[in-house]
């Protein structure tokens, strides 16, 4: 079965520093994996995605995640927090033979102090 | 802006009462996904619509059916609606493998 496991429900960083957010995957070939943002009462926002490509992936507002297939992980980093980064972030995978699906992780919750 | 809209924003509903809840998709997508967010929870998989038809579906109970028109925008129904289904519903449109989700709709019943 595939699914996804973030490994921390709540991470705070002071802004200006560094920002990783844990994902670990298991799938039994190779899945195409997403973040995305979810700020209070609003939708979800897709930061980025990987799809086979370039393992290093770079998304929206400065965000990167980098696909270890040998660590099965697809950590999520920006090298400095602003802010407005303040939000649920959300590590997914698709499951192409269930039509698509999107199994989310249970999310991570960034703060970031002043 | 994804492009993906939904209505209503907010609603609010009794048990054992029958709700609609509407996605109008992308310009483009013929592929609308429907998930649940209970409140502090990771988004649950309820179904998905392509082309008009049902091309997968999440363990949720029958009371929980949709439809997709023509023009691939889509209807989420709940029958007998229980306290448990309070949450955030989204829709989400894609033509390939990445989804694009609306802003919500999230129902309350009490």
């Known amino acids: 079965a595939q699914s996804v496991t973030q490994l921390d429900s709540h991470v705070s960083v002071s802004e200006g520093t560094p920002v990783l957010l844990r994902c670990n995957y298991s799938s039994s070939y190779s899945p195409s994996l997403f973040w995305y943002v979810q700020h209070p009462n609003k939708g979800l926002q897709l930061l980025l995605k990987y799809t086979s490509a370039a393992t290093l992936v770079k998304g929206i507002n400065g965000f990167e995640a980098e696909f270890k297939k040998s660590e099965t992980s697809f950590h999520l980093t920006k090298p400095s927090a602003h802010m407005s980064d303040a939000a649920e972030y959300f590590c997914v995978v698709n499951l192409y033979n269930q039509g698509g699906k999107l199994i989310f992780g249970q999310g991570t919750e960034l703060s970031v102090k002043p | ?110």
């Open chain 2, 1 to 110: 802006e994804t492009g993906v809209t939904q209505s209503p924003t907010h609603l609010i509903k009794t048990r054992g009462q029958q709700v609609t809840l509407r996605c109008s998709s992308q310009s483009g997508h013929n592929t609308v996904s429907w998930y649940q967010q209970a409140l502090g929870q990771g988004p649950q998989f309820i179904f998905q619509y392509y082309r008009e038809e049902e091309n997968g579906r999440g363990n949720f109970p029958p009371r929980f059916s949709g439809l997709q028109f023509p023009n691939y925008s889509s209807e989420l129904n709940v029958n007998a609606l229980e306290l448990d289904d309070s949450a955030l519903y989204l829709c989400a449109s894609s033509s390939g493998e990445t989804q694009y989700f609306g802003p919500g709709t999230r129902l309350l019943v009490l």
